[in-house]
Nanobody
Framework: QPRLAESGGGSVQAVGSLRLLCEGP????????MPWFRQVPGNERDRVAS????????TYADSVKDRFTISRDNAKKMLFLQMDTLQPEDTGVYFC????????????????????WGQGTQVTVSS
């Protein structure tokens, strides 16, 4: 089972920035749709952004549009989440995940369930 590892979390004040990194050195990276999820205690994980296998299709949750940017480097097997203008409501544990895409030609496809997850990285935004 391939593994993912997040890093880059921390504590910042409101309107600050953080950049999260997700690495999956054991994966065939360009065959996985990659999302970022956020979870706060007592709640389910919410998807905040996702990116297709070649980066051609990107989606964001309304709450992070125009503030967060998801990107990937398949050659380096890295996924990024640039988070700007952070707000206290962005606080949570951020997880990356991977969903296998059966066809390398399905460049816009992202599955609805994800079988591979990282351990999460904590982001805390203070007002």
């Amino acid at each position: 089972q391939p593994r993912l590892a997040e890093s880059g979390g921390g504590s910042v004040q409101a309107v600050g920035s953080l950049r999260l990194l997700c690495e999956g050195p054991e994966m065939t990276y360009d065959r996985y749709c990659m999302p970022w999820f956020r979870q706060v205690p007592g709640n389910e994980r919410d998807r905040v952004a996702s990116i297709s296998i070649n980066g051609g299709s990107i989606t964001y949750a309304d709450s992070v549009k125009d503030r967060f940017t998801i990107s990937r480097d398949n050659a380096k097997k890295m996924l990024f989440l640039q988070m700007d203008t952070l707000q206290p409501e962005d606080t949570g544990v951020y997880f990356c995940a991977a969903g296998y895409v059966p066809s390398p030609f399905a460049v816009g496809y992202c599955p609805t369930e994800f079988g591979t997850w990282g351990q999460g990285t904590q982001v805390t935004v203070s007002s």
